[in-house]
């Protein structure tokens, strides 16, 4: 499975190196001559390997790091100890306090994001499909058409859920055609809904094993039905109910074709990989794609060397974890099998040995319960931990699980419990029994009751994966302010008071923004609006 993964990811590689930039216009739309090479798509390995290079466009920095590092922090779940353990860093008072403003990375992500749907666009124009293949050639074709909607509907589906109304670009680029004018957020919607139906219908499986099937774009398109069935400005034919059910039928397409595996923490490390609990997972090489998530997850002197660390879970969501499952009269922070639920241990690093000094402590909250500073005051998140304390390398080679199994199993969970169908609890059932834990009796007292307790479980369940800026945000404003940032912000005391008497002191928490101009999208990033003669 590793050498599969090698042999295309030196595809990806490959293309990176030949292709010098054609020209720039808005959106950072500039793309390299073999992806709007019309002759590129007429030969089935060509086709294959400009296929390649648009995953690859996924897995480079600024589309992987750093969405990452947006969608974890915009959340209201996460802090970072990037640019130091303070509060008062750039990131903790903009970007975690949720206002970022212009934020760098943001403007980064876009470009990449778009760049992305640059190469997405060249595979579209270019393959010609057919509705009913009949050689292998054609079936190969069709494949790489599918994979090109699909990775430019997961594109815009990133871009509209930070940004909303954006520049809408489903075609190549010409002369007299290098700007866009913002189109409307329901439109973007409606683009992506489109996209997905047509990577359903022309994903076949052909790529193997290490890319996504036609269930991936199911399971993206259920969740984008079930944002617009919370969003009444975005239902452009029936009501909530209507898109419900549209979630439930996308959903069931992908149900059953997957399997939770039975080690949670197995699903974040490089012998997990591709597992059959993974529906989407970016294929990452060290050599090729350079990926630094292993430096950017892994904490101070965890390992052998290359290591930052930036990635800390608030104190305030660990605790929502433990309160919800319970540590009981047995927990005991510096053993993590007290805590019943079996997510936990894969969930979080708090205490450890440093590397370089096997005798030397390192100790974070909830072990350091003291919480003498920021610095200690803050789990980290052990899912994108480099599990290989010997490795010296800046870049890893794990690969990231973006959709997977028990996602679509909560998703369904809570469109049941909204269609009222009485199916909730067989989707929700096989989640609580691999995590160990009961059922809860909120998940038994009623459909307002049930609808918070699965919103809960997401934070749980997803927590650092990409998913939480998009789930706590869903439901709408109010619902983010009541059940995320609120309660945070309501827990927070001043730092006069001893840390003994009030967990959650100022100089060590960062108070979320109320304001939903600032707390719900992205302003578009600067760069776009000075090179892009369209919007104002």
């Not at 079936?139 to 871009?159: I, K, P, Q």
């Not at 683009?191 to 094993?209: C, E, K, R, T």
Request: aromatic share 12%.
């Amino acid at each position: 499975m590793k050498n599969l993964k090698s042999i295309y990811q030196m595809k990806y590689l490959k293309y990176l190196l030949i292709i010098p930039i054609l020209f720039s216009i808005s959106c950072d739309l500039e793309e390299n001559p073999p992806f709007l090479d019309e002759n590129l798509y007429q030969d089935v390995q060509s086709a294959e390997a400009a296929r390649d290079g648009i995953y690859q466009s996924i897995t480079g920095y600024n589309t992987q790091e750093r969405r990452l590092f947006i969608e974890n922090l915009f959340s209201g779940l996460m802090y970072t100890g990037k640019g130091g353990n303070r509060v008062t860093t750039r990131d903790m008072s903009t970007l975690c306090s949720l206002k970022p403003g212009y934020h760098m990375d943001a403007q980064f992500l876009w470009q990449g994001l778009y760049q992305t749907i640059a190469r997405a666009n060249g595979a579209i124009a270019g393959v010609n499909t057919v509705s009913d293949p009949q050689t292998q050639d054609e079936v190969a074709f069709n494949d790489v058409a599918g994979h090109a909607y699909f990775v430019r509907a997961w594109s815009y589906f990133r871009l509209v859920t930070l940004w909303g109304d954006l520049p809408l670009w489903t075609e190549l680029p010409s002369q007299g055609n290098t700007n866009k004018a913002l189109s409307a957020e329901i439109d973007v919607y409606a683009q992506i809904i489109s996209d997905l139906q047509m990577a359903s219908s022309l994903m076949n499986g052909n790529a193997g094993v290490g890319y996504p099937k036609q269930y991936a774009a199911n399971m993206l398109l259920s969740k984008i039905y079930m944002a617009i069935a919370t969003n009444a400005s975005l239902q452009t034919s029936g009501g909530a109910m209507d898109y419900w059910t549209m979630a439930y039928d996308e959903g069931m397409k992908a149900y059953g074709q997957y399997s939770l595996v039975s080690d949670f923490g197995s699903l974040f490390t490089v012998e997990g990989e591709n597992s059959s609990e993974s529906i989407f997972e970016l294929q990452i090489s060290q050599d090729a794609t350079n990926s630094q998530m292993g430096r950017n997850f892994t904490p101070w002197k965890y390992k052998a060397g290359m290591h930052f660390g930036w990635f800390r879970v608030t104190a305030f969501q660990h605790d929502n974890h433990l309160n919800t499952y319970g540590g009981g009269v047995n927990y005991n922070p510096n053993n993590l099998n007290t805590m019943p639920d079996k997510r936990y241990a894969a969930t979080y690093l708090f205490d450890y040995f440093r590397y370089d000094r096997p005798a030397a402590r390192v100790r974070t909250y909830p072990s350091a319960t003291w919480r003498s500073s920021f610095g200690n005051s803050h789990p980290y998140l052990f899912k994108w931990t480099e599990k290989d304390r010997a490795h010296k390398n800046q870049f890893n080679s794990q690969n990231i699980v973006d959709m997977r199994y028990a996602e679509l199993l909560l998703m369904l969970a809570e469109i049941s419990n909204e269609l009222g169908n009485g199916q909730q609890m067989s989707y929700l059932q096989p989640v609580l029994d691999r995590a160990g834990v009961p059922v809860r009796a909120e998940f038994t007292q009623g459909q307002a009751s049930f609808r918070d307790a699965i919103m809960n479980e997401y934070k749980i369940e997803l927590i650092g994966e990409g998913q939480d800026s998009f789930h706590v945000r869903r439901r709408g404003m109010q619902y983010f302010l009541d059940k995320t940032i609120l309660p945070h912000n309501n827990s927070i005391g001043t730092k006069k008071v001893a840390v003994g008497a009030k967990k959650y002191a100022a100089n060590r928490e960062v108070k979320f923004s109320t304001n939903q101009a600032e707390i719900m999208k992205f302003p578009i990033p600067l760069s776009e609006i000075n090179t892009n003669e369209l919007i104002n």
